[in-house]
DNA sequence: TCGCCAAGTCAGCAGATGTTTACAACATGC
DNA sequence: GCATGTTGTAAACATCTGCTGACTTGGCGA
């Protein structure tokens, strides 16, 4: 695997390509390395020495940086929260949900977009990060949850939002076999692949046939 | 949390009941101790010393019954791989699918149950452990698709079983969220309130209508 | 050109971790 | 009682891990 997209710099540069001296940068490397370290072992099975080397870069420039191996679990952390809120946006439609579900779980954007659904399931035993984690899963179960056309003071509402949070699962559980495993086909799925069953998950759990 | 279930021996107990010198006992003390940890923590974030602390076991005796922190873990995955092919039967059928799998997830059997499940996702980077998980989760995937009416030459039979697994997904995504994060009213949900939406998952993606 | 500060390197510390080794306590057969 | 094998204990080990402090190197403005 690459150490990294390229840094993306004006000025400095070598012959390859890359600053020698580029403090955004190579900030910037150690996050997208440490990002896929920590989705694809956790936070334990990551050592600051791997992070490190993959990024091509010294251990203590981690301190420095962020300050600590928690510091920068926090901010690979930010960052896969702020994608993911930005790509499933806050008014989603039933009709539009599973395609962008599909999208979101198997999309081909470096191969590097599953990684933000994973982090939000790898806990490091830091309050802080473990809250963020927290509410950033429940906000996204409200997003579906309204989509199915749940408001806060709905009456039924928790039967709702349990449905809710179980669609929610499925695409969590989804991401983790697809990692986790190498189960087929599942794992080779394509987004396209996926819509109708995901189609048929949202319709069955959310899409109201009378209060049933 | 208590240190396990007491010992079951006929001689030599002492007067609360555990016998001080069990072989038998303290391995399964042991056992236990271990899968609660690994369930919780994953295997790089628990300890061997966790682990014999919560057993009240000396922290030599890991290596002396299982040979290293990895047999150890590879005992834990066999006895829950045994349990769960037991719960789930090879035979299912479309009908019993989500009570069985609602008092799976739920269930409140010593509150342990669900950490059979959480072992089948935690990786703990033994080639022969992984290998142990990949072969359980493919086999249930293939009870469920089973009961959907898969066979092995199926015509079509991708399709079928890309749905069983994402069938599959929901549960463990449901055991993670559970367990990873405190989200309600998912966490505090009963077998019975889980059997209704999972019904509706499984015949969304699993009741055939028409070949579609 | 030179001084200065940011960016990066290196070695090492203190504690944790998996494992081993030597030893003590106990139960059992004789 | 005594020898013997089993069970449990304690300490130490080599290594790993996160982090730090002193140092070097490179780039930029004066």
Not at 152 to 177: C, E, K, N, S
Not at 188 to 202: I, Y
Not at 204 to 210: K, T, Y
Request: proline share 4%.
């Amino acid at each position: 695997m690459a150490t990294g997209s390229p840094r993306t710099s004006t000025t400095g540069e070598n012959p390859s390509g890359q600053r020698r001296r580029d403090a955004a940068g190579t900030r910037q490397l150690l996050l997208d390395a440490a990002r896929r370290r920590f989705a694809a072992h956790g936070y334990t099975g990551t050592t600051v020495r791997d992070i490190a080397d993959e990024a091509g870069v010294n251990v203590a420039l981690i301190s420095r940086y962020f300050a600590s191996k928690e510091g920068l679990f926090e901010a690979c952390l930010a960052g896969a929260v702020d994608e993911l809120s930005h790509a499933v946006t806050e008014n989603v439609t039933l009709d539009r949900l599973p395609q962008i579900m599909a999208e979101q779980l198997a999309g081909t954007g470096l191969g590097s977009r599953p990684n933000q659904f994973l982090l939000l399931l790898r806990s490091s035993g830091d309050e802080r990060a473990d809250q963020i984690r927290r509410n950033t899963v429940r906000s996204f179960a409200e997003r579906l949850a309204s989509a199915a056309g749940w408001r806060p003071d709905h009456p039924d509402g928790d039967r709702l939002m349990l449905r809710a949070q179980i669609a929610l699962a499925t695409a969590f559980g989804i991401v983790l076999l697809r990692s986790s495993t190498g189960l087929e086909p599942l794992s080779s799925a394509t987004p396209h692949d996926l819509v109708a069953p995901l189609r048929d998950v949202v319709d069955g759990l959310l899409r109201e046939r009378g209060t049933r």
